[in-house]
């Protein structure tokens, strides 16, 4: 099976920093794109930053210039930096990652279970 494993997760003072990690394992085929989303109690949930194969980003404009996305393809590893955190950067933050499992056949998503982030003075 396909897994998706976060960690880094963790209670932080504002502006203070996070580092978190996900890393992927098990058979796949290859990988489109890797990105980070979150979820607060009562909002839907939003895309932070994401990645691709070739190295494009993109980020949510609420974590412009603080946030940074980064991978290690060697490891099947997406990383996000945060800094300068805000008590609005609260929530749960899910890995996502976009793949093909086999040659010849279409995408798919795969989701991991998610790191609770709390920022909190």
């Known amino acids: 099976q396909v897994q998706l494993v976060e960690s880094g997760g963790g209670l932080v003072q504002p502006g203070g920093s996070l580092r978190l990690s996900c890393a992927l394992s098990?058979?796949?085929?290859?990988?489109?794109?890797m990105g980070w989303y979150r979820q607060a109690p009562g909002k839907q949930r939003e895309l932070v930053a994401a990645?691709?194969?070739?190295?494009?980003?993109n980020y949510a404009d609420s974590v412009k210039g603080r946030f940074t996305i980064s991978r290690d393809n060697a490891k099947n590893t997406v990383y996000l930096q945060m800094n300068s955190l805000k008590a609005e950067d609260t929530a749960v933050y899910y890995c996502?990652?976009?793949?093909?499992?086999?040659?010849?056949?279409?995408?798919?998503?795969?989701w991991g279970q998610g790191t609770q982030v709390t920022v909190s003075s």
């Open positions: 996502n990652a976009e793949i093909r499992l086999r040659e010849y056949v279409g995408r798919d998503e795969y």
């Open positions: 098990g058979s796949i085929f290859s990988i489109y794109a």
């Open positions: 990645i691709t194969s070739g190295g494009n980003t």
